[in-house]
């Protein structure tokens, strides 16, 4: 694997892994009733990005290695995934 590949795969599973912790520990705006003017009332209260994007990183980092590593041993390789017989 190429370093230009390994970097799109991890940012490919940071941004997936970031976009399924956001929901985690939301509080809206409403729910706490300190609704901001100018601001929808489904808007958090408090993101909490700093620290969702840690622990995306985390976790992206493992999922990661294990990506990297299943790809790097061999076991799956573009022509397991030739049904079709083009690459022969």
């Given amino acids: 694997m190429t370093i230009t590949a390994a970097i799109v795969l991890f940012a490919v599973t940071w941004f997936m892994v970031f976009f399924c912790v956001l929901p ?24 909490m990005l700093g620290k969702k994007a840690r622990l995306t990183t985390v976790i992206a980092g493992v ?13 799956i390789t573009r022509h397991n995934m030739d049904v079709f017989h083009i690459l022969n």
């Fill in 63 to 75: 999922i990661f290695a294990g990506l990297y590593m299943l790809i790097n041993s061999g076991l």
């Fill in 24 to 47: 985690l520990r939301f509080k809206s705006q409403a729910e706490e009733g300190a609704v901001t003017p100018g601001t929808p009332a489904s808007a958090p209260e408090d993101p």
